[in-house]
């Protein structure tokens, strides 16, 4: 059979062709475009800041008008008929009108309004940029999570961490420009939400075990013996070497391969050290609530307690899921009883997140991390049933916090 070689792409083309002078006369031309583009954009009115961001996904979707967007009129027509037009909903369980079962107020020199929900972070209101005007595209967990996430519906688009990771690469070569810290309950949508999808594999969300008890990351511990572990990596680094020569100069899905083993053998010294709490004080360890009885908020805390060590050693993006064990699924989604689910979720976040809030602002790291606090959609304001909340993607909140927001 015969065997044709692969065609060249443009770029390899103007890299090998003519010794890679039309590369060469390429860029510069490229080099000047770029020189003329930024003369010309007009100047920010404020300098960036944020050089790092922390997304505190709110798996399942926050009731707005239960959180941090109180709605007087629910609470005088509670259990009338809704008088506004209904949009569909993902079940079209269309009840009466529902007043949020807590209570709401002013915090901190700027007055927002915050529910009783969240009592530490309500201490943390002067600090938080509250949205009220966010819009999903889908009532439906998945699509909405992907939308989120990435800007689109589908799979196939890379994720914000990605994106991120992509454009201001890592402060720190031992570790990933991009974390999802792994509490046990990943989004509906599954791992694509963290996905790179078309830029380099280096730029995917790589997963820290914060559930398990076990290692940060599977097998990072070196089974062998330090002299044993440098001769299969001189033997991996010679292989690999010698199957990237064979395919030349355009073989971006292989470098990319490379270079996460090589950032895997980087990490096996950086991890354990981040896991490690014990560096930290007891006043700390008490702020995020480690000690805490109940187990949800410890649980998060260590994951908020991670988070701040990551973006103080240069990640770019961490992501925090929710804790397992809240609910058998997306803990936020209360169909059926929101003074019952709502309290339990705030509880294993309010005190972590605050503290998070808190120790940034201390460590003087608040101007340069953006927190985001968001889910992938809202909560009706009529019940669905008579005191649970269905999907609403009209129309919800979300809070950022730091960079200068």
């Known amino acids: 059979m015969t065997s044709f070689p692969s065609p060249l792409s443009r770029r390899t083309l103007l890299r090998q062709a003519a010794h890679g002078f039309g590369w060469l006369a390429f860029s510069a031309l490229m080099n000047q475009q770029a020189r003329a583009a930024n003369g010309a954009l007009p100047k920010p009115h404020f300098p960036a800041r ?15 008008v239960d959180t941090f967007d109180p ?11 809704f008088k506004m037009p209904m949009e569909a909903t993902q079940f079209a369980s ?55 996430h990435s800007g689109n519906p589908l799979q196939g688009r890379p994720s914000l961490g990605a994106w991120v990771s992509y454009g201001l690469g890592t402060e720190n070569t031992n570790l990933p420009g991009f974390v999802v810290l792994n509490g046990g309950m990943v989004p509906i949508g599954g791992v694509e939400n963290y996905s790179s999808a078309f830029l380099p594999a280096t730029h995917q969300g790589s997963f820290f075990d914060l559930y398990s008890g076990g290692e940060l990351v599977t097998n990072i511990t070196p089974a062998d013996s330090p002299e044993r572990q440098q001769q299969k990596l001189r033997f991996i680094r010679e292989s690999d070497q010698r199957f990237t020569d064979s395919l030349g100069a355009d073989a971006p899905a292989v470098d990319a391969a490379i270079r996460n083993y090589e950032t895997a053998f980087s990490m096996q010294a950086a991890v354990p050290e981040i896991a490690d709490p014990r560096g930290e004080t007891e006043l700390t360890k008490r702020l995020y609530g480690l000690d805490s009885a109940n187990k949800f908020t410890a649980q998060y805390a260590r994951q908020c307690l991670v988070a701040r060590r990551l973006v103080e050693r240069g990640v770019r993006f961490v992501e925090l899921t929710c804790v397992r064990g809240l609910r058998f699924i997306s803990p936020w989604d209360d169909h059926s009883d929101i003074a019952a689910g709502h309290p339990r979720n705030a509880a294993a976040v309010d005190q972590p997140i605050a503290a998070l809030i808190t120790d940034l602002k201390a460590r003087g790291l608040l101007d340069e991390t953006l927190l985001i606090f968001a889910g992938e959609f809202g909560r009706t304001p009529f019940a669905q049933g008579s005191k649970g909340r269905d999907h609403n993607p009209q129309g919800f909140s979300i809070w950022l916090a730091g960079g200068g927001i």
Request: charged share 15%.
């Open 71 to 81: 709605k007087p009129r629910l609470q005088a027509e509670h259990g009338q008929p």
């Open 94 to 148: 269309y009840g009466t009108t529902f007043g949020s079962p807590f209570t709401f107020r002013q915090h901190g020199q700027s007055g927002i309004v915050i529910s009783s929900l969240f009592p530490h972070l309500s201490r943390c209101a002067d600090e938080l940029c509250i949205v009220r005007s966010m819009k999903a595209e889908f009532p439906e967990h998945s699509q909405a999570c992907y939308f989120m």
């Open 50 to 64: 944020a050089k790092n961001v922390i997304l505190l996904f709110m798996d399942g979707g926050p009731s707005q």
